[in-house]
């Protein structure tokens, strides 16, 4: 049974994958842990647990971020999804198919938070923010294309020891250009 | 980690006050840092005040045509936003240099210029540390320190601010807003982060219990045309052993204007001011952002294993000068 809050715990609703959970969280349980050790949601690895590996990586609100350094309790109130959340019932996210495809990974353990992290680098490209790599961030310069030197840079934050990088280029880059042309099909729908 | 109690706060007042209420809280902005350094046993806050829903997210024009930054912009929209693109380039492209997408995307303003040092005997609560144990010494100044100050530094404390962001705003005069018990209040950036001295654990000006609740950055046209270049031990995601932000206009061969501010240098981002008074009014050209570079680095004084910065430095700034006077003549 969950223990009572008190003034260095607190009861917390946790919206995961669509999911609602109810617990009680100690205020150092790291959302990362959470997930892990509470709710039994193991696809989010622990790397480094200190913001410098990416093995972490889940989305909240839509947006990438390190689970290990995101306390529980300050992640009620916000949409989080995993890697578990990813697939529509059998059929995997096109990031996680592009993976599989061009084996993006040798053992596997930094992978969901490669593809968490893909799947936001490719909507944060489309999006037209500009990277490191991006020779000039002015916005009449306009969106920056997605060559292998801004996939470099963007998926920096995810580090795999195995050095499965350049599979992990070829299948975000795959994603990428799957997710782009589906886009214009769509804009091409609705101005029709 | 110490356990804590946990509060999030809905407006300023109210973090002021939840804050007011115990002295060993901290707010909690992204936790990018402040958390890591929990779990190192660095802080060990007895009470966090979340103050990341605080209204403080909006990056605005001001009524003068410079920007205003709300403190709970995280870096990533601070990047991503036109009109910080558009008329302070070199902001956005320090703050892309900076970390990697997730921290961006936790990370925010007020937590980026409070972050602290990533010198390792800092983060080590094993060994001694001025900054964080007043009076226990200074191990770096004999020790590992390749990545240390070359100017501005005592024997107390040779770390660095570790800020790409706030080097590009030192460079552009930003001014820092924040709340306090008795009111609103301001500083200027270069005012913000204090000498080093003798207490290196007092780090800005700002007083106990005040909240940052944003950053004002002037109108600067010159800024339109700014870069920022910074140097790292690997290509992406780590920490600079130097970087530069500049702004240059240049008028007939001549300098009209520039900004130029030196990161991982020294306890807070350095303006270069010395090599901006021998820039203005004189050539554009190698000679002259050489001797400025060298009057700007006369003061420094590198440790026995950091000495390269000082030859990293020089080249750098030429390097970002030759480049945008370069753009200026296209």
Redesign the interface.
């Known amino acids: 049974m969950a223990p009572a809050p008190s003034s260095t715990s607190s009861a917390v609703t946790l919206n995961i994958n669509g999911e609602k959970h109810h617990l009680t969280v100690d205020h150092r349980t790291t959302l990362l842990d959470a997930l892990r050790e509470r709710l039994d949601l193991t696809g989010t690895k622990k790397g480094c647990d200190q913001g410098q590996c990416g093995a972490c990586t889940v989305l909240v609100d839509g947006r990438r971020t390190v689970s290990c350094l995101n306390l529980a309790v300050a992640a009620e109130g916000h949409e989080i999804t995993t890697v578990e959340g990813l697939a529509d019932g059998d059929r995997l996210h096109p990031v996680q198919q592009a993976f599989l495809d061009l084996d993006g990974y040798q053992c596997g353990y930094c992978t969901p938070g490669q593809i968490c992290s893909a799947i936001a680098v490719i909507e944060e490209h489309a999006a037209g923010w500009p990277s490191a790599a991006t020779e000039d961030v002015r916005p009449e310069a306009g969106p920056p294309p997605l060559t292998p030197e801004e996939i470099r840079e963007r998926m920096s934050g995810n580090l795999c020891r195995c050095g499965a990088y350049v599979s992990i280029l070829q299948a975000v880059a795959r994603a990428a250009g799957e997710h782009a042309e589906a886009t214009d099909g769509k804009a091409k729908e609705t101005t029709a | ?1 110490r ?4 509060r ?1 706060a809905r407006d300023v007042s109210g973090a002021l006050a939840l804050l007011a209420a115990d002295p060993d809280a901290r707010y ?1 902005g ?3 840092n402040l ?2 350094l929990m ?1 190192a046993g660095v802080e060990r806050p007895a009470h ?1 005040v ?1 103050v ?1 829903e605080l209204p403080l997210d909006g990056i605005e024009i001001t009524p003068e045509g410079g920007l205003r930054v709300g403190a709970t912009v995280t870096n ?1 929209d601070l ?2 936003h ?1 009109e910080v ?2 008329r302070y ?1 070199a902001l ?2 320090a703050v ?2 900076g ?5 961006r ?2 990370a925010t303003v007020g937590g980026n210029l409070l972050q602290r040092t990533r010198c390792g005997y800092f983060t080590d609560v094993s060994k001694p540390c001025n900054k964080r144990a007043p009076g226990s010494g200074c191990p770096a100044v004999t020790g590992e320190h390749h990545n240390h100050a070359i100017l501005g530094a005592t024997d107390h404390c040779v770390a660095v601010h570790p800020s790409d962001m706030g080097v590009a705003l030192t460079a552009f005069d930003a001014v820092v807003t924040y709340e306090t018990p008795d009111g609103p209040a301001e500083s200027p950036l270069a005012d913000f982060y204090l000498p080093v001295g003798d207490t290196p654990h007092r780090e800005t000006a700002l007083p106990p219990g005040a909240l940052i609740t944003g950053v004002v950055l002037p109108p600067a046209p010159v800024a339109a045309r700014s870069r920022y270049r910074k140097v790292r031990e690997r ?3 780590a920490f600079a052993i130097g970087s530069v932000a500049a702004a240059l206009d240049v008028e007939d061969g001549v300098v009209r204007d520039v900004r130029l501010a030196l990161g991982a240098v020294a306890s807070r981002p350095w303006r270069a001011r010395a090599a901006e008074r021998v820039l203005v009014g004189g050539p554009a050209d190698g000679a002259a952002f050489a001797a400025a570079a060298d009057a700007e680095l006369a003061a420094a004084k590198p440790l026995p294993d950091n000495g390269y910065k000082v030859t990293l430095m020089r080249n750098l700034m030429v390097a970002v000068l030759t480049e945008l006077a370069e753009e200026a003549t296209r």
Request: proline residues 5%.
């Open positions: 980690m356990e804590f109690g946990y999030r909690l992204g936790g990018t958390v890591d779990k966090l979340d990341r990533s990047a991503a036109p693109r558009r380039p956005a492209q892309l240099a970390a990697s997408g997730q921290l995307n936790m290509a992406s995601y």
